[in-house]
Every structure is written in structure tokens, then in C-alpha cells.
Nanobody
């Protein structure tokens, strides 16, 4: 079992920045690919970004490329999502996820093995 806890969400104006964190406990963090997903009101949960077990490879949703950066620190069992140039359409509950599958498969609906409880990000215009 892996337990995931997100933090760092909040209210920010358009153009601002936030840094989300996902702290993991339980089984060895470094063996899992990790990802960020989000769900806006009335919409389905969608993929945002993924990172491989070592942190050397990343994968992003097109609309966040160049604005968001995913990273991880295996020594701290923590993953991050640095979000810059935020837009109102980025408003959502953000979830972190761990998977035993490859990071490039993160858009597949069965990818995630574990989920966090989510953290709210609200971007005002």
C-alpha cells in the first residue's frame, strides 16, 4: 500500500504561481511512476503530468507544457508540481497518483494504482 497526501493548493490570481506537493508513505516510493491529475467542476478527471521512477523523464498535457513542471525527490518521498502562469481554466481539484506502470501510459484510464485525497486550486481572473 502507498498513502499519498497532497498539499499546496489555494487561491491565486491569473498569472500567478503555486507549488503542489505530494508526500508518499508506505511501500518504496522510488519504484513507482507518479502523476498529477485534475478534476474541474462538472468535468471528468484528466491527466496533467507524469514522471518516471527516477525523475529523469516527464510527460505533460499539451495545455500545461511550458507552464507546469513536475519533479520528485525520492530521498524525501515527495513529488511536486510547480505551476506558473496560471489561468482560470486551471481551476480544479488536483490529485496525485502512483502507478506500477510506465509513466508514458499515464493517460490510460487504468494507469493509477493509488490516489491522494486532492487539493483545491482556484485561479481568479
Amino acid at each position: 500500500q502507498v498513502q499519498l497526501v497532497e498539499s499546496g493548493g489555494g487561491l491565486v490570481q491569473a498569472g500567478g504561481s503555486l507549488r503542489l506537493s505530494c508526500a508518499a508513505s508506505g511501500r518504496t516510493f522510488s519504484i513507482y511512476a507518479m502523476g498529477w491529475f485534475r478534476q474541474a467542476p462538472g468535468k471528468e478527471r484528466e491527466f496533467v503530468a507524469a514522471i518516471n521512477w527516477s525523475g529523469g523523464n516527464t510527460y505533460y498535457k499539451d495545455s500545461v507544457k511550458g507552464r507546469f513542471t513536475i519533479s520528485r525527490d525520492n530521498a524525501k518521498n515527495t513529488m511536486y508540481l510547480q505551476m506558473n502562469s496560471l489561468k482560470p481554466e486551471d481551476t480544479a481539484v488536483y490529485y496525485c497518483s502512483a502507478s506500477s506502470k510506465g509513466y508514458l501510459a499515464a493517460t490510460m484510464p487504468t494507469w493509477s494504482d493509488y490516489w491522494g485525497q486532492g487539493t483545491q486550486v482556484t485561479v481568479s481572473s
